[in-house]
């Protein structure tokens, strides 16, 4: 059956607890039965009754006696365990307390590396703002803005092409000066450029843009860009000295961009004129065409003077061959001569060696001196 009261462990059940009532009421009503009959018998029957009861309130004590032992183990046991939980959470937290300490220590020297990071950056901007200012210094200045065009086209032509192949304000022959001209190979003509731009009209396009006065900004900018390239045309344009297309240069690329996009028109007219617009990307690639036209024409004309020593030296080999041949003539002559001195000196030697073997006695020597000088003279 299962228990009604649990506490620690100890449990009582339903039967239990209906007994020990059960005992009680029996008490109470023998005792009161008693005292109206008073009969022995009954009060007999009563003791023995209430000596169940003391039985049975004795084993219940015990119960409780022990119920209240295990209930204290038990506490006691839960303590314990729960001082062990309680140690190993406070271990535990401890620990992720460390951790997170150590994780904050390390997110706040990356912090500050960051800060000393933007700090830098704040002053790299500073830089680039002042930079900028004077960039738009220089921009908004005529002169200015135009030295600034001309001094990065320079730079572009210097880092391109040999100083032999270009001149910077050079004057033409109908006394006009040139930003720069560019020496092409014989027969093609030089290459003028120019670097100016109407930036103030671009300027006033630029900040009337979304207002009424855009149209008018446009048209005006548009006649500018056109007037311009005519110039170009004129000047520079001259038969016999340049060559049959002038380079008309944007400092920027944003710029040349936008020409292309919403000025179509004028990029064409400069096209019917014979005058280029050209970009800094754009006049790179240009100038590498050009450094490309000069070195082929070099190497024309490097293979015409190779050709020409190439024959200068196979007649140099024609004469050398006649002189070896005169040579080996001379050296077949001195060969023979050779052989020929080689045959006397052989028979020189024969001669040597059979007179050598002759035994003559000293008198017939003395009597044969004279025959023998003689013999000696006539052969001589």
Do not use: C
């Not at 005792?31 to 009754?49: D, F, P, V």
């Not at 490309?292 to 490097?302: G, L, T, W």
């Not at 045959?343 to 003395?366: H, L, M, P, Q, Y």
């Amino acid at each position: 059956m299962e228990p009604i009261v649990e506490f620690s462990g100890a449990s009582i059940t339903l039967t239990e607890l209906l007994l020990a009532a059960l005992l009680v009421l029996s008490a109470v009503l023998i005792t009161a039965w008693i005292m109206r009959s008073g009969r022995a018998r009954e009060a007999r029957e009563l003791q023995n009754h209430l000596a169940d009861m003391r039985s049975e309130q004795s084993r219940l004590q015990g119960r409780l006696a022990q119920f209240a032992e295990d209930s204290e183990r038990r506490d006691a046991s839960f303590a314990e365990v729960l001082d062990a939980r309680l140690t190993g959470v406070s271990e535990r937290v401890g620990q992720s307390l460390e951790h997170v300490q150590t994780r904050n220590s390390e997110n706040l020297t990356k912090l500050h590396e960051r800060l000393g990071l933007i700090d830098q950056a704040q002053s790299n901007i500073k830089v680039l703002a002042g930079e900028v200012s004077g960039l738009q210094s220089i921009l908004s200045n005529k002169q200015a803005r135009g030295a600034f065009g001309e001094k990065q086209m320079q730079d572009l032509i210097r880092a391109f092409l040999p100083a032999r192949a270009f001149t910077f304000q050079q004057t033409l022959s109908n006394n006009t000066r040139v930003d720069a001209l560019i020496h092409m190979p014989e027969g093609h003509g030089d290459v003028a450029i120019d670097s100016k731009f109407p930036m103030e009209s671009w300027r006033r396009m630029i900040e009337a843009e979304g207002s009424y006065e855009a149209e008018s900004a446009k048209r005006d900018f548009r006649n500018d860009m056109l007037k311009h390239i005519k110039d170009i045309s004129r000047k520079y344009l001259i038969e016999g000295e340049t060559y049959e297309l002038a380079l008309m240069f944007l400092p920027s690329d944003a710029i040349f961009a936008e020409l292309h996009n919403e000025f179509d028109a004028v990029v064409d007219r400069g096209f019917s004129q014979r005058v280029v617009i050209v970009s800094p990307t754009t006049f790179m690639a240009t100038l590498h065409t050009m450094q490309a036209v000069m070195n082929d024409a070099e190497i024309q004309k490097n293979a015409a003077l190779i050709k020409r020593e190439v024959s200068i030296m196979a007649d140099d080999v024609a004469r050398l061959d006649e002189r070896v041949a005169r040579l080996q003539k001379h050296f077949r002559m001195a060969d023979k001569d050779m052989s020929d001195i080689q045959i006397s000196s052989r028979k020189i030697s024969a001669r040597a060696k059979k007179i050598g073997t002759v035994d003559f006695d000293n008198d017939a020597i003395e009597d044969s001196l004279p025959t023998l000088k003689l013999v000696s003279d006539g052969e001589t």
